[in-house]
C-alpha cells in the first residue's frame, strides 16, 4: 500500500498542461506547456528522473534484503516489525510532505526512497518465516496463495486511496497510507504470536511422503545435491541440549540448501516483470489509452486482482501435484504470449483491456507470489536442516532479496527504454520472463522423476496386492 502511490502520482508529476487553465499572477509563460508539473519532474528527462527515484528504494530493498534476513533470525520478530512498520509510516508520510513543504530537490525524494526501502526489508522475511511456523507442507501452497493475497490487496488500497488526492494535493496520497501502515505496526505489535508453541499449540508437520519421493528422485549417493546436503549439515549447528535453540543459519550455509539459487535466479527476472507493471502499468495507460491519472490507476487494479487468484492458483496446483517448480513454469510460460497480446491488442476496447489485465495479473504474480511465500517456506524449513527452523528468515531473505535485484532493475530498464516505444518495453518484459523459466529447467526435470518414481511405485504395489488376492 505504501509503494503503489508513487506509480498513479507519476502521472500528476509530469503531464500535459496545455489544456489547464493557468492560475492568476502565474509566472509561467503562455505557451508553457510544463507549469503544472513539480520540479524537478517537469524537465524532458522526467522519464528518467522517476526511474531514479523507483530505483533509489528498490537497490536499497535490494541490499537491505540480504541483512535483514540474518536479523531475522535473532531479534523477536514482533519488536523487528513493528519498529520496521512504524519506520516505513514515517519515510511514506516524509515523501508526501514534500508537496506541502514545497520541497522540489531531487535528492530530498531519493533519500526518503533509500530510507524507505532499507526499513522496509524488515517487513518479508519476517512475515514469511512467522506463518511458516505455523503452517506445515501439506497444505502450504493453497495457505500461503490465499494470505499472499494481502500483497495484490495492499496495491489496489494504494492505487485507490492514492487515486483520491492525485489530482489535487498529491501529497495526501502518501501521508495517509503511512498512517495507516504506522496503526497497522502498531496491531502487530499488540497481537502478533510467532510460534504455535507460545499458545500451547503443537507445531506444524514440516516433511511429507511426496517430498520424499522427490528428493529421491535422483541417486541419493550420486546426486548433484549430496554434497550440498553434506555441506549444509556442517553449516547447521545445533545444541546438544534438548531444550536449547538451534543456532541461526549461516547466510553461506543457507545458500547450500537444494533449490535456493534455482528459485532465487527464477524469482530475479520473475519480479523484473511484476515491479515493472507494479510502477510503470499506470502511466503506460495513462500514455496510450489517455485516460486521466485517477482513471488509470483505477484499471491498473485489476492487474493485482488477477494477482490474487493466480497466487492462490499457483499454491492450490502445486499442493495438488507436489510441482513447485513446474508450476511456476508453466505460468511463466504462459505469461510471455499473454503479454504480448496485451500489448498489442490489449488497448483496443475497455472489455478486452480488463480481461487481458486479469490474465496477465495470474500468469505474471502467480509464480512470484508461490516463490516468494510457499517455496521460501519449503526450502527454509528443509529436511536436510534436521528441523532446524531457524533458516527460514535466512532463507526467504536470499530468495527475495535476489528477486528485489530484479525488481530494481525492471522499472530502471523500462525508464530507459519507454522512450524509444512501449513495444521494446514488453519485448524485455517477455525476454525476462523466458529467462526465469530457464533456470527452473533442471528442478523441473527432477519433479517430473519423482512423478515417475512414485507412479512406478503405486503400479508395483497395485501388482503385489493383485498377486496376493
Not at 522517476?50 to 530493498?61: E, I, K, Q, R, T
Not at 531531487?106 to 517487513?123: D, E, M, R, S
Not at 549444509?232 to 533449490?259: C, D, M, N, R, Y
Not at 505460468?331 to 475497455?350: D, E, K
Request: negative net charge.
Amino acid at each position: 500500500m505504501s509503494r503503489k502511490p508513487i506509480s498513479v502520482v507519476k502521472s500528476r508529476l509530469h503531464h500535459n498542461c496545455s489544456e489547464m487553465i493557468q492560475p492568476i499572477g502565474d509566472t509561467h509563460r503562455l505557451n508553457d506547456t510544463t507549469w503544472c508539473n513539480w520540479a524537478p519532474f517537469d524537465q524532458s528527462n522526467y522519464k528518467e528522473l522517476l526511474g531514479a527515484v523507483d530505483n533509489a528504494f528498490l537497490v536499497a530493498y535490494a541490499i537491505g534484503m540480504f541483512i535483514s534476513g540474518i536479523f531475522g533470525e535473532r531479534l523477536p520478530l514482533r519488536y523487528y516489525l513493528t519498529a520496521g512498520m512504524l519506520l516505513s509510516g514515517l519515510f511514506t508520510s516524509l515523501f508526501g510532505l514534500g508537496y506541502f513543504w514545497n520541497i522540489h530537490a531531487l535528492w530530498y525524494f531519493v533519500l526518503i526512497q533509500i530510507c524507505n526501502g532499507l526499513v522496509q526489508t524488515t517487513g518479508w522475511p519476517s512475515v514469511v518465516t512467522c506463518v511458516g511456523n505455523w503452517f506445515g507442507k501439506g497444505k502450504r501452497g493453497l495457505i500461503m496463495g490465499i494470505w499472499n493475497s494481502h500483497t495484490s490487496v495492499g496495491n489496489i488500497l494504494g492505487s485507490l486511496i492514492a487515486g483520491v488526492w492525485v489530482d489535487e494535493q498529491w501529497g495526501l496520497s502518501f501521508v495517509v497510507p503511512g498512517i495507516i501502515t504506522a496503526v497497522m505496526g502498531l496491531v502487530t505489535f499488540f497481537f502478533l504470536i510467532e510460534y504455535p508453541e507460545d499458545v500451547d499449540c503443537s507445531p506444524p508437520q514440516h516433511h511429507g511422503e511426496l517430498e520424499e519421493n522427490v528428493d529421491n528422485a535422483e541417486d541419493p549417493g550420486n546426486g548433484p545435491h549430496s554434497n550440498r546436503e553434506n555441506g549444509l549439515e556442517s553449516a547447521v549447528t545445533l545444541s546438544k541440549e534438548p531444550s536449547a535453540q538451534p543456532a541461526a543459519i549461516s547466510f553461506f550455509g543457507a545458500l547450500w540448501i537444494p533449490g535456493v539459487v534455482e528459485f532465487s535466479l527464477c524469482l530475479l527476472f520473475a519480479k523484473l516483470v511484476s515491479y515493472t507493471f507494479l510502477y510503470w502499468l499506470p502511466l503506460y495507460i495513462f500514455n496510450v489509452v489517455h485516460f486521466t491519472a485517477k482513471e488509470s490507476g483505477d484499471l491498473s487494479t485489476l492487474f493485482d486482482v488477477g494477482g490474487i487468484a493466480g497466487g492462490i492458483l499457483a499454491g492450490l496446483i502445486s499442493d495438488y501435484t507436489n510441482g513447485r517448480a513446474t508450476t511456476c513454469c508453466v505460468m511463466l510460460i504462459l505469461a510471455a504470449p499473454t503479454m504480448f497480446l496485451y500489448n498489442y491488442v490489449g488497448q483496443s476496447g475497455i472489455s478486452i483491456s480488463i480481461v487481458m489485465l486479469l490474465t496477465c495479473g495470474a500468469l505474471v504474480n502467480g509464480p512470484y507470489a508461490l516463490i516468494t511465500t510457499a517455496v521460501s517456506a519449503d526450502l527454509g524449513t528443509h529436511k536436510s536442516l534436521k528441523g532446524n527452523a531457524k533458516a527460514l528468515s535466512t532463507v526467504t531473505a536470499i530468495i527475495d532479496g535476489t528477486g528485489s535485484i530484479g525488481a530494481a532493475l525492471g522499472p530502471l530498464l523500462a525508464g530507459l527504454i519507454s522512450p524509444t516505444g512501449w513495444n521494446n518495453v514488453f519485448y524485455m518484459l517477455i525476454t525476462a520472463d523466458i529467462l526465469a523459466c530457464l533456470f527452473l529447467c533442471r528442478l523441473v526435470y527432477k519433479e517430473i522423476l519423482g512423478w515417475r518414481s512414485s507412479l512406478s511405485r503405486d503400479r508395483g504395489s497395485s501388482v503385489a496386492l493383485t498377486h496376493a488376492r
